[in-house]
């Protein structure tokens, strides 16, 4: 009896040429992650995925982020996305809109916290991004949002970018006319904030990786 090994062939090397999933790094932000003023392909969303596929092509960047978006809004979208896209990152730059139009510290801490747990549930490490805001609500609003994502991190157990905007904020020439959004020129500068963070979860995860894949491939030589 002859045996076609074609299509067998055929199945091999089809895997072979998919690549392995490097990782999916799913960003949760507002209109400083949607690149708000400019294009899409100048923000510092974009910035990180350009990064990361010249570290490995298949790293792959969700990017969910909408201008306007508040801690409640983010909390209503964020699971259908982790169940769509099984992040192993996920980045949450959330609370700056909260702390604009003066919404109570509770809710802008549980909203934010609701989120960093159903994350951390669905298997994926968590980013969390801070932000400022101007002293409209007077200081003890202030220190007491400011002290809302330290607070959080240090509950949870995730790393924390004090201030995405550090560095850039006070500089107008990085700011738009409306002294609350980055111009173009600003985004690296806000993707290198973030980076030192982002890259020591990364290079841990795919050191698991590594890990899990000599695990499998010593487990298939000896046959269990």
Not at 45 to 73: C, I, Y
């Amino acid at each position: 009896m002859r045996l076609c090994l074609l299509p067998i062939l055929g199945v091999i090397i089809l895997s072979l040429a998919v690549p392995v999933r490097a990782g999916t790094v799913l960003v949760v932000g507002d209109s400083i992650s949607a690149a708000y003023g400019m294009s899409t392909d100048e923000g510092w969303v974009h910035l990180l995925e350009r990064r990361l596929q010249q570290l490995d092509p298949a790293f792959a960047v969700v990017n969910m982020s909408l201008s306007g978006e508040t801690t409640g809004g983010g909390l209503a979208r964020l699971p259908d996305a982790l169940r769509r896209h099984a992040p192993d990152v996920v980045i949450i730059e959330l609370g700056g809109n909260d702390g604009l139009r003066g919404y109570p510290i509770d809710r802008i801490h549980a909203n934010l916290g609701r989120m960093v747990t159903a994350s951390l549930e669905s298997g994926a490490e968590v980013l969390l991004v801070g932000m400022h805001i101007p002293p409209n609500y007077g200081q003890r609003y202030v220190e007491a949002f400011h002290g809302i994502f330290h607070d959080l991190a240090a509950e949870h157990d995730v790393p924390l970018v004090p201030f995405l905007l550090e560095g850039v904020a006070t500089d107008e020439t990085l700011m738009q006319r409306d002294g609350i959004h980055p111009t173009a020129a600003a985004q690296p500068r806000l993707l290198d904030n973030l980076w030192p963070e982002l890259e020591s979860m990364l290079n841990s995860h795919l050191e698991r990786l590594t890990l899990r894949d000599s695990a499998d491939s010593r487990r298939s030589a000896s046959g269990g």
